[in-house]
């Protein structure tokens, strides 16, 4: 099975130059499962146009279907436009909107029903880790926000906080050592075959092969290093 890649653009390039770089991904084929998360307005018209390459939202609506909710956007009408994967609960989510295990759980609940398959993050601040409390840190936000779901057919992505946007990557053994604990834990254990373990947190073109090479690792999700297209081809390539 070909490795997944999860490029997320957050909330960077304007139309144009998001199109430029989406085209010229569009025109190769990819060692990975490739999976690009534009800013949301463009996934409609981006997946009318680049048949290739697989779109993802960055966020869902903790709202339903369809109804009175000014600004939200739901997991239906991502589907609508075509959209099957969501990442739900990135830690600028979580911290910067206020989203907690309840509110994510409802995302992915949504995401469910609507038939989008999510991409959960998780991950510990650079304290926790410290205070070497990470894993009961991590199995809480799984349990609460994604096992009372009793969901199947997931992506987590570890991605510790203190990873992210830092230029600092987390080690093979710090992954491996994750990777194994939710993987064999009895809370979890039960999902782990039908759950995919990506990491993302500072992932480029120099460290990106060592992450891979850990058995648990099904692929990573790439922020700011995609969006620089020759890196993120010399990745893909
Ligand atoms: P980064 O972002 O690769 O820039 O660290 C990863 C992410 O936030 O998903």
């Given at each position: ?58 966020d ?28 739900i609960g990135h830690s600028e989510q979580r911290s910067a909107v206020g989203y907690n295990n309840t509110s994510i759980?409802?995302k ?12 959960i993050c998780v991950g510990e601040p ?15 936000q799984?349990?609460?926000s ?13 991605e510790?906080i203190?990873?992210i ?73």
């Amino acid at each position: 099975m070909k490795p997944i890649l999860i490029a997320n653009w957050k909330m960077n390039l304007n139309l144009r130059e998001a199109f430029i770089n989406a085209q010229y991904l569009n025109q190769h084929r990819h060692t990975f499962k490739f999976i690009l998360a534009p800013p949301t307005p463009y996934l409609a018209y981006f997946v009318k146009k680049l048949p290739k390459i697989i779109f993802c939202a960055q966020d869902v609506s903790t709202m339903n279907g369809y109804g009175p909710y000014t600004g939200e956007t739901s997991a239906d009408i991502l589907k609508s436009c075509g959209i099957n994967y969501a990442i739900i609960g990135h830690s600028e989510q979580r911290s910067a909107v206020g989203y907690n295990n309840t509110s994510i759980q409802k995302k992915v609940s949504n995401c469910l029903s609507a038939g989008i398959k999510p991409i959960i993050c998780v991950g510990e601040p650079l304290v926790t880790r410290r205070n070497n409390q990470h894993k009961e840190f991590l199995l809480t936000q799984i349990t609460n926000s994604i096992i009372s779901t009793g969901c199947k057919n997931i992506i987590i992505a570890y991605e510790p906080i203190w990873a992210i946007g830092t230029g600092v990557c987390a080690k093979p053994n710090e992954l491996q050592e994750i990777f194994h604990f939710i993987k064999t834990n009895t809370a979890i254990s039960q999902l782990a075959n039908d759950i995919q373990l990506v990491y993302g947190g500072s992932v480029d073109a120099n460290n990106y092969k060592k992450i891979l090479s850990i058995k648990e690792v099904a692929g990573i999700l790439v922020g700011n290093a995609s969006l620089k297209s020759s890196e993120l081809k010399s990745i893909l390539n």
